[in-house]
């Protein structure tokens, strides 16, 4: 195979990992039909709420995408600047706002992952070693894991429609 068909090849299956499916539950999948009602109550025996998960996610991803694209990045407090204060309540447009934001940050990461003129392998720069290859798989390795925990979470809370 050669180094063009390899690197197309590796492209590809990051598209796929990072759209979830296959092994994975897509984000759209877990979120379909979640009762407005319940996005603000905290899960039995938990200390969040599906909102705050689903904020935690995306401000996680949206804190790698950062990472890579901007020369200024500067780390955020862990966990503080990660997930949402423990008191935050969201309103619908709060939850539409965080499932459209999570998807334009997916969709540009995806347009890294496709781009043949960036080098995956190559160490980012303001980096500490860190390539673009390796914060892609972070991106779907973390949002496989907190899709996977949300979809649990709704079982426990109940919140799946009588079809699923």
Do not use: C
């Amino acid at each position: 195979m050669s180094p063009t068909a390899a690197d197309t090849l590796l492209r590809e299956q990051l598209l796929h990992l990072l759209n979830g499916g296959n092994a994975h539950m897509t984000l759209e999948e877990a979120v379909a039909d979640y009762p407005a009602e319940s996005m603000n109550t905290v899960f039995p025996n938990g200390t969040y709420s599906s909102w705050r998960l689903l904020e935690h996610i995306r401000l996680s991803q949206w804190d790698i995408l950062d990472f890579i694209r901007n020369p200024e990045y500067q780390e955020r407090e862990w966990p503080k600047e990660y997930w949402p204060p423990q008191a935050a309540q969201a309103s619908e447009a709060d939850w539409k706002e965080t499932l459209e934001s999570f998807q334009r940050d997916m969709q540009a990461l995806q347009d890294i992952a496709m781009d043949p003129q960036i080098d995956l392998h190559a160490r980012i720069p303001w980096g500490t070693g860190q390539t673009i290859l390796r914060e892609i798989l972070l991106v779907a390795d973390h949002n496989a894991y907190h899709i996977g925990e949300f979809a649990i979470m709704r079982q426990v809370m109940g919140t799946w429609g009588s079809n699923h």
